[in-house]
């Protein structure tokens, strides 16, 4: 439906892993106002990046004066990625919302642990 209003009804977070990494997931599932049990839900997990100077500033013989460098924690969008299902973040029917849930981390552990 064209236009339909969804409100965030619950976030839920887990613990994976993928090989030897422990990777946080995070759910926020959305429920239609419009719709009787039509959900939506997005899928996030965080990563790290280290961010350094594009021109270092460095003394006459190379050494680099800046002594810290950025390392920033960005939340990822990896809906897409791990759902291959276009209607998840249009709206679909679910009986609950714990059946959301459910559906959603299992596409997560069925991608990160093939």
Known sequence: ME???FRLLSTYEFLGHNNDVQLSFRIEVFESL???KNYRARVWTSNFYNLYPTFLNTDKTGNDLHHMHSSDQLNIDITCIVADD???LIGKVFENELSVVNYMRSLILKYYNP
């Open 3 to 5: 236009n339909e209003l």
């Open 34 to 36: 419009d719709i009787p």
């Open 86 to 88: 276009p209607e998840i």
